[in-house]
T-cell receptor, first 109, second 114 residues
Framework: GENVEQHPSTLSVQEGDSAVIKCTYSDSASNYFPWYKQELGKGPQLIIDIRSNVGEKKDQRIAVTLNKTAKHFSLHITETQPEDSAVYFCAASGNQFYFGTGTSLTVIP | EAGVVQSPRYKIIEKKQPVAFWCNPISGHNTLYWYLQNLGQGPELLIRYENEEAVDDSQLPKDRFSAERLKGVDSTLKIQPAELGDSAVYLC????????????FGEGSRLTVL
């Protein structure tokens, strides 16, 4: 099956700085790559996604890039704010969702 | 529009006791998932339903776990008997487009087995 690895496991940044989270996947059949944000005591919520026919997608301060050849994709958050503090999960899906182990992001005011 | 509703939010039981979790998906979502989330880990699929049919239950420990989705709407996940290692958050999610679209998660049911 698919194997999704996510790094780093924890990330602390100053407010206003950028944050980058990276994921790799193993199954070339995966074609959908969402990113989820999970706040304490809540379920994960989709923040951005990308499909295999696209290399980059941006939504305001959030962007995702995909390199199909290298089988890796990244989440970029610019101008971070304290409310961005949460756990972020990447996922890869072909016929089933496989999630990374999560990155705990702390934005220091 | 109401989101995915799960209950109970928290449950504490002693080992060997039974426990059940209930999920009401978003109206019109045919695909329903139960995920297990251990502390510090990502969600792991337990079972996936398309309407009332379980189309992927390969990772459901069938000796103690069972699930049903009668009438293709609400779903119940049961553990009997519970073990210490079952302590985790059980997440329900629904989707209108299977494994190629957005998953909508409930807030989860946190189980503690003593």
């Amino acid at each position: 099956g698919e194997n999704v690895e996510q790094h780093p496991s924890t990330l602390s940044v100053q407010e206003g700085d950028s944050a980058v989270i990276k994921c790799t996947y193993s199954d070339s059949a995966s074609n959908y790559f969402p990113w989820y944000k999970q706040e304490l005591g809540k379920g994960p919520q989709l923040i951005i996604d990308i499909r295999s026919n696209v290399g980059e997608k941006k939504d305001q301060r959030i962007a995702v890039t995909l390199n199909k050849t290298a089988k890796h994709f990244s989440l970029h958050i610019t101008e971070t704010q304290p409310e961005d503090s949460a756990v972020y999960f990447c996922a890869a899906s072909g016929n089933q969702f496989y999630f990374g182990t999560g990155t705990s992001l702390t934005v220091i005011p | 529009e109401a989101g995915v509703v799960q209950s109970p939010r928290y449950k504490i039981i002693e080992k060997k006791q039974p426990v059940a979790f209930w999920c009401n998906p978003i109206s019109g979502h045919n695909t329903l998932y139960w995920y297990l989330q251990n502390l510090g880990q990502g969600p792991e699929l337990l079972i996936r339903y398309e309407n009332e049919e379980a189309v992927d239950d390969s990772q459901l420990p069938k000796d103690r776990f069972s699930a049903e989705r009668l009438k293709g709407v609400d779903s119940t996940l049961k553990i009997q008997p519970a073990e210490l290692g079952d302590s985790a958050v059980y997440l329900c999610a629904s989707s209108s487009s299977g494994d190629t679209g957005e998953l909508f998660f409930g807030e989860g049911s946190r189980l503690t087995v003593l």
